[in-house]
């Protein structure tokens, strides 16, 4: 009988990582190509089927995680890592579907650089997951996981600059500003998310030295 082939977490990590940046990518160029909310319907297609990808990476990795002998960290520690990576997934579908449940008009300047920002979150989320299997090891995985983190600051600042924007340049339209505050609120929850999975990587490298 030949030997039973074991799971790769890390390369599920991995493909979780990819697929974030991809429907990170998916979010900017629908803003970009941004003509009224209801062509998004297609966009939305094509991010739910990302999500799918990576709901079903996250079944696989349930599923060999419980009846592994020896997996290469804590039980706990692999089921939350894939939870955390398919959080990010979920939250920049949301920001796509509220684009279009809210029939938002235009896109503002301020908003596709938060959508930039997104991407580039994704971005140092995955190159810090192409580094993560060999993380013992690594020099250079502290410095990416602490790219997330700064992205995150960054977010932090930005959020607090375009909701001031809101209300003093548009003080005179209560539902834009209602509208576009809950709107960049969600896209500050995606960079928190990466910023989560960056924390969690962080712990898994703590308490495996």
């Keep these: 009988m030949g030997k039973k082939h074991k799971y ?30 209801a062509s998004l319907r297609a ?9 799918h990808a990576g709901d079903t990476i996250n079944h696989d990795i349930y599923k060999n995680v419980g009846g592994d002998f020896m997996p290469p960290f804590d039980r706990e520690d692999i089921v939350a890592l894939a939870g955390s990576l398919d959080n990010i997934l979920d939250e920049i579908e949301d920001v796509l579907q509220y684009f279009y449940m809210f029939d938002v008009h235009q896109i503002p300047d301020d908003a596709l650089r938060f959508a930039k920002l997104i991407r580039k979150s994704c971005k140092a989320v995955d190159a810090a997951m192409e580094d993560f299997r060999n993380f013992k090891k690594s020099k250079n995985f502290k410095q990416l996981v602490i790219q997330v983190s700064d992205n995150e600051e960054e977010a932090d600042g930005l959020y607090v600059e375009v909701i001031r924007n809101l209300h003093v340049n548009h003080a005179d ?23 989560h999975t960056a924390d969690l990587m962080s712990t898994i490298l703590l308490k495996n030295m």
Aim: net charge negative; glycine share 0%; aromatic share 12%.
């Design 8 to 37: 790769d977490y890390f390369a599920a990590y991995e493909e979780l990582s990819d697929l974030a940046v991809q429907e990170a990518s998916v979010l900017v160029r629908a803003m970009e190509n941004f003509t009224d909310a």
């Design 43 to 51: 966009v939305l297609d094509e991010a739910h089927e990302l999500e």
């Design 173 to 195: 339209e209560p539902m834009h500003v209602l509208k576009w505050s809950r709107l960049y609120a969600f896209m500050e929850s995606c960079c928190d998310a990466c910023e």
